[in-house]
Protein backbone atom coordinates (compact mmCIF):
# COMPACT_ATOMS: atom_id res chain seq x y z
CA UNK A 1 0.00 0.00 0.00
CA UNK A 2 1.20 3.63 -0.68
CA UNK A 3 2.18 5.93 1.78
CA UNK A 4 -0.56 8.42 2.50
CA UNK A 5 0.26 12.74 2.06
CA UNK A 6 -1.22 14.98 4.91
CA UNK A 7 -1.50 18.51 4.92
CA UNK A 8 -3.14 20.75 7.22
CA UNK A 9 -3.75 24.42 7.05
CA UNK A 10 -6.39 26.81 8.93
CA UNK A 11 -8.56 29.65 7.20
CA UNK A 12 -6.98 32.12 9.18
CA UNK A 13 -3.57 31.63 7.99
CA UNK A 14 -3.76 34.14 5.00
CA UNK A 15 -5.84 36.79 3.89
CA UNK A 16 -8.23 36.74 1.25
CA UNK A 17 -8.71 39.55 -0.50
CA UNK A 18 -12.19 40.19 -2.76
CA UNK A 19 -11.64 40.52 -6.34
CA UNK A 20 -13.54 42.89 -8.21
CA UNK A 21 -14.81 43.29 -11.90
CA UNK A 22 -12.69 45.54 -13.74
CA UNK A 23 -13.35 47.45 -17.18
CA UNK A 24 -9.76 48.16 -19.50
CA UNK A 25 -9.86 51.98 -19.32
CA UNK A 26 -12.10 54.49 -16.84
CA UNK A 27 -12.14 57.84 -18.61
CA UNK A 28 -13.57 60.55 -15.58
CA UNK A 29 -14.71 63.58 -17.68
CA UNK A 30 -14.67 66.42 -15.88
CA UNK A 31 -15.51 67.67 -11.34
CA UNK A 32 -18.40 70.22 -10.87
CA UNK A 33 -17.91 72.24 -8.13
CA UNK A 34 -20.16 74.88 -6.77
CA UNK A 35 -18.68 78.15 -8.48
CA UNK A 36 -18.98 75.48 -11.82
CA UNK A 37 -22.94 75.36 -11.69
CA UNK A 38 -24.80 77.87 -12.68
CA UNK A 39 -27.52 75.86 -13.67
CA UNK A 40 -27.23 77.55 -17.69
CA UNK A 41 -26.96 74.22 -19.40
CA UNK A 42 -24.93 75.77 -22.68
CA UNK A 43 -22.07 76.43 -20.62
CA UNK A 44 -22.06 72.45 -19.99
CA UNK A 45 -22.88 71.54 -23.73
CA UNK A 46 -19.59 73.86 -24.88
CA UNK A 47 -17.75 71.78 -21.76
CA UNK A 48 -18.89 68.08 -23.09
CA UNK A 49 -18.51 69.03 -26.93
CA UNK A 50 -14.74 69.96 -26.35
CA UNK A 51 -13.62 67.04 -23.43
CA UNK A 52 -15.56 64.75 -26.80
CA UNK A 53 -12.45 64.58 -29.40
CA UNK A 54 -10.15 63.27 -26.48
CA UNK A 55 -12.48 60.50 -25.58
CA UNK A 56 -12.74 59.72 -29.11
CA UNK A 57 -8.64 59.49 -29.13
CA UNK A 58 -8.59 57.57 -25.77
CA UNK A 59 -11.03 54.86 -27.13
CA UNK A 60 -8.21 54.79 -29.64
CA UNK A 61 -5.11 55.15 -27.93
CA UNK A 62 -6.47 52.39 -25.21
CA UNK A 63 -7.59 49.86 -27.98
CA UNK A 64 -7.01 46.22 -27.13
CA UNK A 65 -3.40 44.61 -28.63
CA UNK A 66 -4.83 43.31 -32.11
CA UNK A 67 -7.93 45.55 -31.90
CA UNK A 68 -10.41 42.49 -32.63
CA UNK A 69 -12.85 42.87 -29.27
CA UNK A 70 -14.81 45.68 -28.24
CA UNK A 71 -12.85 47.42 -25.17
CA UNK A 72 -14.01 47.82 -21.78
CA UNK A 73 -14.57 51.79 -21.29
CA UNK A 74 -16.65 53.14 -18.53
CA UNK A 75 -17.18 56.82 -18.08
CA UNK A 76 -17.11 58.84 -14.73
CA UNK A 77 -18.04 62.45 -13.71
CA UNK A 78 -16.85 63.99 -10.03
CA UNK A 79 -19.10 65.89 -8.18
CA UNK A 80 -17.80 67.78 -5.12
CA UNK A 81 -20.49 67.47 -1.88
CA UNK A 82 -17.51 67.99 0.52
CA UNK A 83 -16.11 71.18 0.47
CA UNK A 84 -19.22 73.10 -0.39
CA UNK A 85 -21.97 70.75 -1.06
CA UNK A 86 -24.39 72.66 -3.80
CA UNK A 87 -27.92 72.19 -5.64
CA UNK A 88 -29.95 68.92 -5.67
CA UNK A 89 -29.16 65.75 -7.71
CA UNK A 90 -32.28 66.31 -9.81
CA UNK A 91 -30.90 69.74 -10.77
CA UNK A 92 -27.73 69.15 -11.33
CA UNK A 93 -27.28 65.36 -12.91
CA UNK A 94 -30.16 64.89 -15.70
CA UNK A 95 -28.70 68.65 -16.97
CA UNK A 96 -24.80 67.10 -17.07
CA UNK A 97 -26.59 64.58 -18.73
CA UNK A 98 -27.83 66.11 -21.62
CA UNK A 99 -25.23 68.60 -21.92
CA UNK A 100 -23.11 65.09 -22.71
CA UNK A 101 -24.83 63.40 -24.50
CA UNK A 102 -25.65 66.57 -26.90
CA UNK A 103 -22.00 65.87 -27.58
CA UNK A 104 -22.59 62.65 -28.24
CA UNK A 105 -21.33 61.11 -25.00
CA UNK A 106 -22.44 59.00 -22.32
CA UNK A 107 -21.69 59.31 -18.29
CA UNK A 108 -22.07 55.63 -16.72
CA UNK A 109 -21.28 56.75 -13.56
CA UNK A 110 -21.56 60.16 -11.14
CA UNK A 111 -19.34 59.91 -7.98
CA UNK A 112 -19.83 62.55 -4.84
CA UNK A 113 -16.23 64.05 -3.54
CA UNK A 114 -17.36 62.84 -0.29
CA UNK A 115 -17.46 59.20 -1.08
CA UNK A 116 -13.53 59.29 -0.94
CA UNK A 117 -13.51 60.21 2.93
CA UNK A 118 -16.13 57.61 3.87
CA UNK A 119 -17.91 55.91 1.58
CA UNK A 120 -20.88 53.40 2.83
CA UNK A 121 -19.24 53.50 5.97
CA UNK A 122 -15.78 52.60 5.22
CA UNK A 123 -13.44 55.44 6.04
CA UNK A 124 -11.54 55.18 2.73
CA UNK A 125 -9.22 58.34 2.97
CA UNK A 126 -8.19 56.90 6.45
CA UNK A 127 -7.48 53.44 4.96
CA UNK A 128 -5.37 55.22 2.16
CA UNK A 129 -3.32 57.36 4.65
CA UNK A 130 -2.34 54.21 6.57
CA UNK A 131 -1.00 53.23 3.53
CA UNK A 132 1.88 56.17 3.14
CA UNK A 133 5.41 54.83 2.80
CA UNK A 134 7.30 58.85 2.81
CA UNK A 135 10.55 58.91 1.05
CA UNK A 136 13.80 58.49 2.94
CA UNK A 137 16.00 61.48 2.45
CA UNK A 138 19.32 60.10 1.83
CA UNK A 139 21.52 58.60 4.86
CA UNK A 140 17.92 57.12 6.18
CA UNK A 141 19.62 53.49 7.23
CA UNK A 142 16.41 52.65 9.80
CA UNK A 143 18.24 53.58 12.95
CA UNK A 144 15.96 56.28 13.53
CA UNK A 145 11.89 56.76 12.86
CA UNK A 146 11.97 58.93 9.71
CA UNK A 147 10.62 62.34 10.35
CA UNK A 148 7.21 63.78 9.38
CA UNK A 149 5.53 66.62 9.81
CA UNK A 150 1.34 66.05 10.69
CA UNK A 151 -0.63 66.33 7.68
CA UNK A 152 2.08 67.54 5.25
CA UNK A 153 3.88 65.41 2.86
CA UNK A 154 6.69 66.31 0.51
CA UNK A 155 9.18 64.68 -2.41
CA UNK A 156 12.28 65.51 -0.62
CA UNK A 157 14.02 67.42 2.41
CA UNK A 158 12.38 70.86 3.22
CA UNK A 159 14.80 73.83 3.78
CA UNK A 160 16.01 73.83 7.40
CA UNK A 161 14.36 75.78 10.31
CA UNK A 162 17.07 77.41 11.89
CA UNK A 163 18.82 78.91 8.60
CA UNK A 164 22.01 80.11 9.26
CA UNK A 165 22.54 83.99 9.65
CA UNK A 166 24.63 85.43 7.05
CA UNK A 167 27.32 87.77 8.02
CA UNK A 168 25.22 90.94 7.72
CA UNK A 169 23.31 89.32 10.27
CA UNK A 170 20.45 88.34 8.19
CA UNK A 171 19.17 84.40 7.80
CA UNK A 172 19.97 83.05 4.63
CA UNK A 173 17.52 81.04 2.98
CA UNK A 174 18.46 77.51 2.55
CA UNK A 175 16.96 75.61 -0.47
CA UNK A 176 14.75 72.13 0.13
CA UNK A 177 15.87 69.38 -2.29
CA UNK A 178 14.29 66.91 -4.12
CA UNK A 179 14.57 63.38 -3.42
CA UNK A 180 15.09 61.52 -7.05
CA UNK A 181 16.28 65.18 -8.80
CA UNK A 182 18.83 64.82 -11.54
CA UNK A 183 21.33 68.31 -11.43
CA UNK A 184 17.94 70.33 -10.04
CA UNK A 185 15.37 69.97 -8.12
CA UNK A 186 11.62 70.66 -8.23
CA UNK A 187 10.33 70.52 -4.82
CA UNK A 188 6.90 70.00 -3.32
CA UNK A 189 4.62 70.05 -0.08
CA UNK A 190 1.64 68.81 -0.03
CA UNK A 191 -1.25 69.21 2.49
CA UNK A 192 -3.20 66.18 3.24
CA UNK A 193 -5.59 67.41 5.90
CA UNK A 194 -6.50 70.39 8.27
CA UNK A 195 -7.80 69.97 11.86
CA UNK A 196 -10.06 72.42 13.06
CA UNK A 197 -11.92 71.72 16.42
CA UNK A 198 -10.79 68.13 16.41
CA UNK A 199 -12.58 67.20 12.95
CA UNK A 200 -10.17 66.79 10.08
CA UNK A 201 -10.98 68.12 6.37
CA UNK A 202 -9.15 66.56 3.94
CA UNK A 203 -7.32 68.34 1.67
CA UNK A 204 -8.91 68.26 -2.47
CA UNK A 205 -5.21 66.27 -3.18
CA UNK A 206 -5.61 63.34 -0.99
CA UNK A 207 -9.49 63.01 -1.84
CA UNK A 208 -8.54 63.16 -5.64
CA UNK A 209 -5.54 60.54 -4.41
CA UNK A 210 -7.97 58.25 -2.84
CA UNK A 211 -10.12 58.85 -5.89
CA UNK A 212 -7.53 57.44 -8.13
CA UNK A 213 -6.99 54.32 -6.22
CA UNK A 214 -10.45 53.70 -5.98
CA UNK A 215 -10.32 54.02 -10.01
CA UNK A 216 -8.17 51.33 -10.12
CA UNK A 217 -9.81 48.92 -7.82
CA UNK A 218 -6.44 49.13 -5.70
CA UNK A 219 -8.82 49.30 -1.90
CA UNK A 220 -10.01 46.89 0.32
CA UNK A 221 -11.29 46.85 3.83
CA UNK A 222 -10.43 43.87 5.74
CA UNK A 223 -10.44 42.10 2.74
CA UNK A 224 -13.42 43.26 1.02
CA UNK A 225 -14.11 45.61 -1.75
CA UNK A 226 -15.13 49.04 -0.40
CA UNK A 227 -17.85 50.44 -2.37
CA UNK A 228 -19.90 49.31 -5.07
CA UNK A 229 -21.52 51.43 -8.08
CA UNK A 230 -25.12 50.94 -8.04
CA UNK A 231 -28.33 52.47 -9.39
CA UNK A 232 -30.85 54.49 -7.30
CA UNK A 233 -33.73 56.73 -7.92
CA UNK A 234 -32.11 60.28 -8.19
CA UNK A 235 -35.20 62.35 -7.40
CA UNK A 236 -35.44 60.21 -3.88
CA UNK A 237 -33.39 62.40 -2.70
CA UNK A 238 -32.57 66.20 -2.32
CA UNK A 239 -29.26 65.67 -0.74
CA UNK A 240 -26.05 64.52 -1.72
CA UNK A 241 -25.73 62.34 0.64
CA UNK A 242 -29.52 59.96 0.27
CA UNK A 243 -27.34 58.45 -2.73
CA UNK A 244 -24.76 55.83 -3.05
CA UNK A 245 -21.31 57.39 -3.07
CA UNK A 246 -20.79 55.45 -6.63
CA UNK A 247 -23.72 56.21 -8.70
CA UNK A 248 -24.40 54.04 -11.44
CA UNK A 249 -26.44 56.05 -14.32
CA UNK A 250 -26.15 53.21 -17.48
CA UNK A 251 -26.97 49.76 -16.60
CA UNK A 252 -25.05 48.82 -19.19
CA UNK A 253 -22.03 50.73 -18.58
CA UNK A 254 -18.14 48.49 -18.12
CA UNK A 255 -17.29 48.33 -14.76
CA UNK A 256 -16.33 51.16 -12.36
CA UNK A 257 -12.73 50.58 -11.82
CA UNK A 258 -10.37 49.52 -14.22
CA UNK A 259 -6.41 48.95 -15.25
CA UNK A 260 -5.97 52.31 -16.04
CA UNK A 261 -7.87 56.04 -15.68
CA UNK A 262 -7.21 58.41 -17.76
CA UNK A 263 -8.90 62.04 -16.56
CA UNK A 264 -9.67 65.01 -19.06
CA UNK A 265 -9.78 68.26 -16.83
CA UNK A 266 -9.41 72.13 -17.31
CA UNK A 267 -5.74 72.76 -17.24
CA UNK A 268 -6.32 74.71 -13.80
CA UNK A 269 -6.52 70.80 -12.00
CA UNK A 270 -2.78 70.48 -13.16
CA UNK A 271 -1.37 72.20 -9.90
CA UNK A 272 -3.51 69.42 -7.57
CA UNK A 273 -3.26 66.72 -9.96
CA UNK A 274 0.76 66.75 -9.51
CA UNK A 275 0.26 66.91 -5.75
CA UNK A 276 -1.63 63.76 -6.20
CA UNK A 277 1.39 62.16 -8.06
CA UNK A 278 3.43 63.58 -4.83
CA UNK A 279 1.01 61.54 -2.61
CA UNK A 280 0.47 58.85 -4.64
CA UNK A 281 4.22 57.77 -5.25
CA UNK A 282 4.67 57.60 -1.50
CA UNK A 283 1.34 54.70 -1.02
CA UNK A 284 2.41 50.95 -0.54
CA UNK A 285 -0.56 49.65 -2.31
CA UNK A 286 -1.67 45.66 -1.26
CA UNK A 287 1.05 44.15 -3.54
CA UNK A 288 -1.04 41.07 -3.83
CA UNK A 289 -4.58 42.51 -4.85
CA UNK A 290 -1.79 44.57 -7.25
CA UNK A 291 -0.29 41.31 -8.79
CA UNK A 292 -3.38 40.25 -9.34
CA UNK A 293 -4.91 43.13 -11.33
CA UNK A 294 -1.55 42.97 -12.99
CA UNK A 295 -2.03 39.32 -13.94
CA UNK A 296 -5.48 39.99 -15.29
CA UNK A 297 -4.59 42.47 -17.47
CA UNK A 298 -1.41 40.97 -18.59
CA UNK A 299 -4.04 37.96 -19.23
CA UNK A 300 -5.77 39.75 -21.89
CA UNK A 301 -2.81 41.41 -23.36
CA UNK A 302 -2.30 44.81 -21.92
CA UNK A 303 1.30 45.15 -20.72
CA UNK A 304 0.71 47.21 -17.36
CA UNK A 305 3.23 49.37 -15.17
CA UNK A 306 4.13 48.12 -12.24
CA UNK A 307 3.81 51.39 -10.83
CA UNK A 308 0.73 53.13 -9.69
CA UNK A 309 1.20 56.35 -10.74
CA UNK A 310 2.00 54.90 -14.50
CA UNK A 311 -1.62 53.75 -15.02
CA UNK A 312 -2.75 57.26 -14.72
CA UNK A 313 -3.17 59.70 -17.23
CA UNK A 314 -4.33 62.87 -17.89
CA UNK A 315 -5.43 65.49 -20.36
CA UNK A 316 -5.22 68.78 -19.17
CA UNK A 317 -6.69 71.32 -21.85
CA UNK A 318 -6.54 75.17 -20.88
CA UNK A 319 -9.82 75.39 -23.03
CA UNK A 320 -11.92 73.52 -20.72
CA UNK A 321 -14.17 75.47 -18.63
CA UNK A 322 -18.14 74.59 -17.54
CA UNK A 323 -18.27 78.68 -16.57
CA UNK A 324 -19.90 80.75 -19.02
CA UNK B 1 20.44 38.71 -4.86
CA UNK B 2 20.42 38.22 -0.87
CA UNK B 3 18.23 38.21 1.72
CA UNK B 4 19.14 39.92 4.87
CA UNK B 5 17.08 39.99 8.22
CA UNK B 6 16.89 40.63 12.11
CA UNK B 7 14.29 39.18 14.14
CA UNK B 8 13.91 41.00 18.02
CA UNK B 9 12.40 38.35 20.42
CA UNK B 10 11.17 39.16 23.71
CA UNK B 11 8.40 38.73 26.61
CA UNK B 12 4.82 40.87 26.06
CA UNK B 13 4.90 42.59 28.52
CA UNK B 14 1.51 41.02 30.19
CA UNK B 15 0.36 39.77 33.60
CA UNK B 16 -1.29 36.97 31.97
CA UNK B 17 -1.27 34.94 28.29
CA UNK B 18 -3.24 37.08 26.01
CA UNK B 19 -5.95 35.13 23.65
CA UNK B 20 -6.66 35.49 20.06
CA UNK B 21 -8.97 38.34 20.03
CA UNK B 22 -6.67 40.42 22.42
CA UNK B 23 -3.54 39.72 19.78
CA UNK B 24 -5.53 40.92 16.97
CA UNK B 25 -6.33 44.11 18.39
CA UNK B 26 -3.17 44.38 19.68
CA UNK B 27 -1.39 43.18 16.07
CA UNK B 28 -3.84 45.53 14.32
CA UNK B 29 -1.20 47.98 13.18
CA UNK B 30 -2.91 49.41 9.94
CA UNK B 31 -6.80 49.79 9.93
CA UNK B 32 -8.23 47.70 6.90
CA UNK B 33 -6.01 45.05 6.69
CA UNK B 34 -6.72 41.63 8.45
CA UNK B 35 -4.02 39.71 11.17
CA UNK B 36 -3.39 36.13 10.08
CA UNK B 37 -3.87 33.32 13.22
CA UNK B 38 -2.83 29.88 13.25
CA UNK B 39 -4.17 28.15 16.52
CA UNK B 40 -1.93 24.92 16.13
CA UNK B 41 -0.10 23.78 17.57
CA UNK B 42 0.94 27.01 19.57
CA UNK B 43 -1.59 30.12 19.34
CA UNK B 44 0.79 32.12 16.37
CA UNK B 45 -1.00 36.17 15.54
CA UNK B 46 0.82 37.76 12.56
CA UNK B 47 0.64 41.39 12.04
CA UNK B 48 -0.27 43.06 8.25
CA UNK B 49 3.34 43.62 6.69
CA UNK B 50 4.73 47.34 7.46
CA UNK B 51 7.09 49.11 5.36
CA UNK B 52 10.20 51.58 6.22
CA UNK B 53 11.74 53.51 3.59
CA UNK B 54 15.85 53.47 3.17
CA UNK B 55 18.82 55.36 1.84
CA UNK B 56 22.37 54.47 3.24
CA UNK B 57 25.37 52.60 2.16
CA UNK B 58 25.57 48.71 2.65
CA UNK B 59 28.18 46.99 2.43
CA UNK B 60 32.12 46.65 4.27
CA UNK B 61 34.59 49.32 5.58
CA UNK B 62 37.04 48.12 3.64
CA UNK B 63 35.33 47.99 0.25
CA UNK B 64 33.88 50.71 -1.96
CA UNK B 65 30.26 51.15 0.02
CA UNK B 66 27.16 50.71 -2.09
CA UNK B 67 24.13 52.92 -1.92
CA UNK B 68 20.68 50.93 -1.37
CA UNK B 69 17.54 52.75 -2.04
CA UNK B 70 14.63 51.00 -1.32
CA UNK B 71 12.40 49.32 1.61
CA UNK B 72 12.04 46.90 4.35
CA UNK B 73 9.46 44.84 5.15
CA UNK B 74 8.38 44.36 8.82
CA UNK B 75 6.11 41.85 10.72
CA UNK B 76 5.25 41.21 14.43
CA UNK B 77 4.02 38.28 15.83
CA UNK B 78 2.84 36.71 19.01
CA UNK B 79 3.08 33.45 19.58
CA UNK B 80 1.12 31.82 22.73
CA UNK B 81 0.14 34.58 24.03
CA UNK B 82 3.33 35.65 24.99
CA UNK B 83 6.22 36.00 23.25
CA UNK B 84 6.28 38.91 20.97
CA UNK B 85 8.64 39.21 17.89
CA UNK B 86 9.42 41.52 15.17
CA UNK B 87 10.62 40.68 12.05
CA UNK B 88 12.50 43.54 9.69
CA UNK B 89 13.99 41.65 5.91
CA UNK B 90 15.49 43.03 2.72
CA UNK B 91 15.66 41.65 -0.34
CA UNK B 92 18.82 43.02 -1.99
CA UNK B 93 19.35 43.42 -6.04
CA UNK B 94 22.18 44.59 -7.95
CA UNK B 95 20.45 48.00 -9.31
CA UNK B 96 20.86 48.47 -13.20
CA UNK B 97 21.22 52.64 -13.05
CA UNK B 98 23.48 54.80 -11.26
CA UNK B 99 20.73 57.45 -9.47
CA UNK B 100 18.01 56.93 -7.16
CA UNK B 101 14.69 56.64 -9.30
CA UNK B 102 11.32 58.10 -8.72
CA UNK B 103 9.88 56.48 -4.80
CA UNK B 104 7.38 54.80 -7.17
CA UNK B 105 9.36 52.59 -8.56
CA UNK B 106 11.04 51.45 -4.86
CA UNK B 107 7.08 51.30 -3.57
CA UNK B 108 6.21 48.99 -6.49
CA UNK B 109 8.83 46.04 -5.34
CA UNK B 110 8.18 46.38 -1.90
CA UNK B 111 10.55 45.13 0.66
CA UNK B 112 13.27 45.13 -2.23
CA UNK B 113 16.49 47.72 -1.90
CA UNK B 114 18.58 48.08 -5.20
CA UNK B 115 22.11 49.04 -5.20
CA UNK B 116 23.37 52.26 -6.76
CA UNK B 117 27.13 51.43 -7.56
CA UNK B 118 29.00 48.87 -6.95
CA UNK B 119 29.39 46.43 -4.19
CA UNK B 120 29.42 42.74 -4.74
CA UNK B 121 26.86 40.34 -2.75
CA UNK B 122 29.22 38.38 -0.30
CA UNK B 123 30.82 41.95 0.32
CA UNK B 124 27.78 42.89 1.38
CA UNK B 125 27.26 39.45 3.38
CA UNK B 126 29.93 39.74 5.12
CA UNK B 127 29.61 43.35 6.50
CA UNK B 128 25.97 42.36 7.12
CA UNK B 129 27.15 39.54 9.75
CA UNK B 130 30.61 41.28 10.71
CA UNK B 131 30.20 45.22 12.17
CA UNK B 132 28.10 45.32 15.32
CA UNK B 133 26.20 48.35 13.87
CA UNK B 134 24.77 47.18 10.37
CA UNK B 135 23.81 48.71 7.97
CA UNK B 136 21.01 49.31 7.43
CA UNK B 137 19.82 49.16 10.47
CA UNK B 138 16.95 46.57 10.86
CA UNK B 139 17.15 45.60 14.17
CA UNK B 140 16.56 49.03 15.01
CA UNK B 141 13.57 49.19 13.32
CA UNK B 142 12.13 46.13 14.87
CA UNK B 143 12.99 46.97 17.90
CA UNK B 144 10.66 49.97 17.19
CA UNK B 145 8.31 47.81 15.94
CA UNK B 146 8.35 46.04 19.20
CA UNK B 147 8.35 48.47 21.35
CA UNK B 148 4.97 50.08 20.00
CA UNK B 149 3.66 47.13 20.97
CA UNK B 150 4.32 46.66 24.64
CA UNK B 151 3.40 50.21 24.51
CA UNK B 152 -0.09 48.87 23.54
CA UNK B 153 -2.98 50.09 25.76
CA UNK B 154 -4.46 46.88 25.44
CA UNK B 155 -1.45 45.18 27.51
CA UNK B 156 -1.47 45.15 31.74
CA UNK B 157 1.73 45.03 33.20
CA UNK B 158 3.46 44.29 35.26
CA UNK B 159 3.86 40.48 33.54
CA UNK B 160 4.91 37.51 36.02
CA UNK B 161 8.30 36.96 34.16
CA UNK B 162 11.42 39.02 33.19
CA UNK B 163 12.93 38.43 30.41
CA UNK B 164 15.27 40.09 27.63
CA UNK B 165 15.15 40.53 24.28
CA UNK B 166 17.06 38.50 21.89
CA UNK B 167 18.40 39.74 18.33
CA UNK B 168 18.86 37.07 15.53
CA UNK B 169 20.83 38.66 12.57
CA UNK B 170 20.42 36.55 8.94
CA UNK B 171 21.40 36.60 5.40
CA UNK B 172 20.64 33.87 3.06
CA UNK B 173 22.65 33.56 -0.55
CA UNK B 174 22.11 31.35 -3.79
CA UNK B 175 25.20 29.99 -3.98
CA UNK B 176 26.93 27.96 -6.89
CA UNK B 177 27.34 24.50 -5.01
CA UNK B 178 24.88 21.68 -4.54
CA UNK B 179 25.35 21.59 -0.85
CA UNK B 180 22.72 23.54 1.35
CA UNK B 181 24.96 24.99 4.18
CA UNK B 182 23.51 26.72 7.79
CA UNK B 183 26.01 28.24 10.23
CA UNK B 184 24.27 29.31 13.77
CA UNK B 185 26.90 31.56 15.89
CA UNK B 186 25.74 32.82 18.84
CA UNK B 187 27.44 36.66 19.39
CA UNK B 188 27.53 38.41 22.80
CA UNK B 189 24.41 40.58 24.30
CA UNK B 190 21.89 38.43 22.66
CA UNK B 191 22.75 38.83 18.75
CA UNK B 192 23.35 35.92 17.07
CA UNK B 193 23.81 35.30 13.28
CA UNK B 194 22.80 32.29 11.01
CA UNK B 195 23.86 32.53 7.39
CA UNK B 196 22.99 30.16 4.89
CA UNK B 197 23.61 29.26 1.39
CA UNK B 198 21.89 27.04 -1.10
CA UNK B 199 21.57 26.80 -4.94
CA UNK B 200 17.75 28.11 -5.11
CA UNK B 201 16.70 29.11 -1.70
CA UNK B 202 13.26 29.56 -0.87
CA UNK B 203 13.74 33.33 0.62
CA UNK B 204 9.83 33.51 1.96
CA UNK B 205 9.88 29.84 3.42
CA UNK B 206 13.84 31.14 5.01
CA UNK B 207 12.53 34.05 6.84
CA UNK B 208 10.31 32.36 8.56
CA UNK B 209 12.64 29.40 9.71
CA UNK B 210 14.65 32.25 10.92
CA UNK B 211 11.66 33.75 12.88
CA UNK B 212 10.91 30.41 13.96
CA UNK B 213 14.79 29.65 15.16
CA UNK B 214 14.71 32.85 17.16
CA UNK B 215 11.58 32.16 19.00
CA UNK B 216 12.96 28.86 20.28
CA UNK B 217 16.59 30.32 20.77
CA UNK B 218 14.81 33.14 23.08
CA UNK B 219 12.76 30.09 24.70
CA UNK B 220 15.98 28.40 25.42
CA UNK B 221 18.08 31.32 26.64
CA UNK B 222 15.32 32.79 28.88
CA UNK B 223 15.12 29.18 30.50
CA UNK B 224 18.90 28.82 30.82
CA UNK B 225 19.21 32.60 32.39
CA UNK B 226 16.22 31.75 34.94
CA UNK B 227 17.29 28.44 35.61
CA UNK B 228 20.93 30.08 36.50
CA UNK B 229 19.60 33.13 38.46
CA UNK B 230 16.88 30.75 40.54
CA UNK B 231 19.87 28.73 42.28
CA UNK B 232 17.88 25.31 41.34
CA UNK B 233 19.77 22.15 42.47
CA UNK B 234 22.55 24.66 44.13
CA UNK B 235 20.94 24.55 47.66
CA UNK B 236 18.18 26.78 46.43
CA UNK B 237 15.32 24.54 47.57
CA UNK B 238 11.46 24.87 47.56
CA UNK B 239 12.83 28.88 46.89
CA UNK B 240 14.60 28.42 43.19
CA UNK B 241 11.11 26.14 42.26
CA UNK B 242 9.15 29.05 43.55
CA UNK B 243 10.88 31.56 41.13
CA UNK B 244 10.69 29.13 38.57
CA UNK B 245 6.96 28.36 38.57
CA UNK B 246 5.73 31.75 36.09
CA UNK B 247 8.52 30.14 33.47
CA UNK B 248 6.89 26.25 34.15
CA UNK B 249 3.16 28.20 34.11
CA UNK B 250 3.87 30.55 30.73
CA UNK B 251 6.62 29.32 28.42
CA UNK B 252 7.22 25.20 28.86
CA UNK B 253 4.59 24.68 26.96
CA UNK B 254 5.86 26.81 23.78
CA UNK B 255 8.60 24.53 22.58
CA UNK B 256 7.24 23.13 19.60
CA UNK B 257 10.18 23.75 16.67
CA UNK B 258 9.36 23.46 12.92
CA UNK B 259 5.96 22.54 13.76
CA UNK B 260 4.49 24.83 10.96
CA UNK B 261 1.69 24.07 8.12
CA UNK B 262 4.46 24.24 5.06
CA UNK B 263 6.44 21.10 6.39
CA UNK B 264 9.64 23.27 3.92
CA UNK B 265 11.12 24.48 6.90
CA UNK B 266 11.33 20.69 8.74
CA UNK B 267 14.50 20.48 6.60
CA UNK B 268 16.66 23.18 7.91
CA UNK B 269 15.48 22.29 11.86
CA UNK B 270 16.40 18.53 11.41
CA UNK B 271 20.20 19.97 9.99
CA UNK B 272 20.37 22.35 12.88
CA UNK B 273 19.06 20.21 15.54
CA UNK B 274 21.97 17.75 14.83
CA UNK B 275 24.72 19.82 15.10
CA UNK B 276 23.05 22.38 17.87
CA UNK B 277 20.98 19.60 19.62
CA UNK B 278 18.32 22.50 20.77
CA UNK B 279 15.82 20.12 21.96
CA UNK B 280 17.95 18.46 23.58
CA UNK B 281 19.23 21.37 25.53
CA UNK B 282 15.85 22.21 26.51
CA UNK B 283 14.47 18.51 27.42
CA UNK B 284 17.99 18.36 29.73
CA UNK B 285 16.92 21.41 31.15
CA UNK B 286 13.12 20.76 31.51
CA UNK B 287 13.95 17.48 32.98
CA UNK B 288 16.54 18.88 35.42
CA UNK B 289 13.19 21.16 37.11
CA UNK B 290 10.87 18.05 36.71
CA UNK B 291 13.07 15.56 38.72
CA UNK B 292 14.20 18.68 41.18
CA UNK B 293 9.77 19.26 41.96
CA UNK B 294 9.57 15.59 41.94
CA UNK B 295 12.34 15.77 44.72
CA UNK B 296 10.55 18.18 46.44
CA UNK B 297 7.05 16.86 46.43
CA UNK B 298 8.85 13.37 47.84
CA UNK B 299 10.49 15.24 51.02
CA UNK B 300 6.93 17.32 52.07
CA UNK B 301 5.10 14.35 51.45
CA UNK B 302 7.72 12.70 53.77
CA UNK B 303 7.11 15.92 56.45
CA UNK B 304 3.74 15.80 57.10
CA UNK B 305 3.98 12.14 56.99
CA UNK B 306 6.53 12.35 59.83
CA UNK B 307 4.51 15.38 61.27
CA UNK B 308 1.65 12.74 61.59
Known sequence: ?324 | MIVMGEVVTGLLQNSTSVTLAEAEKILSLRTGDRVCSLARPVLYVVSPPLYTGLDCKIGADNLPRARGVGTARSRAAITGGQIVQADTTIICRQGTVGHRLSWSYYLSRPGEVETIGNSPDSAVAQAWLDRDTAQPALGAISSRLIDEIQGSPLLQRPSRLRAGRTRLRWIAEASPESQQRINFCLGSNGLRMVRITAPQPDFVMLADFCVDLALHDWLLTTLQAEVSRSGLGEGGGVGALKRLQPLVDHLLHLWAPGNRPSRSITPYWAALESALGLSYQWNTLVNRIRDQLAFAALYLSARTQAEL
Not at chain 1, 51 to 79: D, E, K, M, N
Not at chain 1, 100 to 116: M, P, Q
Open chain 1, 1 to 324: MSAIEASYSEATASDREESTPLAQLSIELGHLYREDFHGDRSGLAAYFSRVAPWVTAARQAYALPGGHHRARISTCFLIDDYFAPFSTPVEVIPALCEAAESAGLVIDYIARESACAVADGVPLARLVENRLVPEPPASSDGSRPPVTELGWLSNGERSPLAAAEAMDGRASWQPPLQNSARHHSVFADVELWSETGGERLWSCAFLAAVWQLVRLGAVRHNGAAVTRARPHAIHSSDTWDGLPPILQLNSAAAPFAAYQTLSVLPSRFLLVEHAVRVILEQIAVDDRIWAKIQKRGEAEGFDLSAEVVDRISYVFDGRLSVQQ
